[in-house]
């Protein structure tokens, strides 16, 4: 249950990138580079989560997912100022080194820790946190953005990435906690 409130806030700060990233970039006139970022987001996206899905057993899904949560953070705080072309490539590659684990580490890290029979409604509660999270990130953003600007609704994605961060962290700990005693 834990890993879905995550899951959610972790989703929340996502919604930042589809709704608002082309609405910032296009406010400040740089929406003719706004091809460029999807482009290297995308193509980051692939080339991560290739390289990430080698390395996923070896290393644990908490150690994957705590420095993607990371990477996402930095990525949303780069886009707080004015988007201009180096910040938009510098976060498209952040975010998509972030992006390309979140997800699928989650899902594998709660299938890892669920019992065969209960997989199912498992992994459909993943997909659960995750659309509610979007829903109520969007909303909330957009609130911010409505009241403010866009560079606060990307503070907000950065401080919700942050929270999911330090919601994983302290899962993690009191469960490696748990299993020493």
Do not use: C, N
């Not at 952040?94 to 709660?110: D, K, N, Q, R, T």
């Not at 330090?166 to 899962?171: D, K, S």
């Amino acid at each position: 249950m834990k890993k879905m409130i995550v899951m959610a806030v972790a989703a929340m700060g996502q919604s930042a990138l589809y709704t608002f990233l082309p609405l910032h970039a296009t406010a400040h006139g740089q929406e003719r580079h706004l091809f460029w970022f999807f482009v290297i987001y995308s193509g980051g996206m692939i080339v991560f989560r290739i390289v990430i899905t080698t390395r996923a057993d070896r290393w644990g899904r908490s150690q994957i997912l705590m420095p993607a949560l990371g990477l996402l953070a930095l990525g949303f705080g780069v886009m707080i100022p004015p988007p201009v072309p180096l910040r938009l490539a510098v976060s498209a590659v952040l975010l998509a080194a972030g992006s390309s684990a979140l997800y699928p580490m989650l899902v594998a890290l709660v299938v890892d820790r669920v019992p065969g029979r209960e997989r199912g409604v498992a992994i459909g509660t993943v997909s659960g946190a995750w659309d509610l999270g979007v829903f109520a990130g969007s909303l909330s953003i957009a609130a911010i953005v409505e009241h403010a600007s866009y560079g606060a609704g990307f503070a907000t994605a950065t401080a919700l990435t942050v929270i999911a961060l330090g919601g994983l962290v302290l899962i993690e700990r009191r469960r490696v906690t748990i299993q020493a005693t």
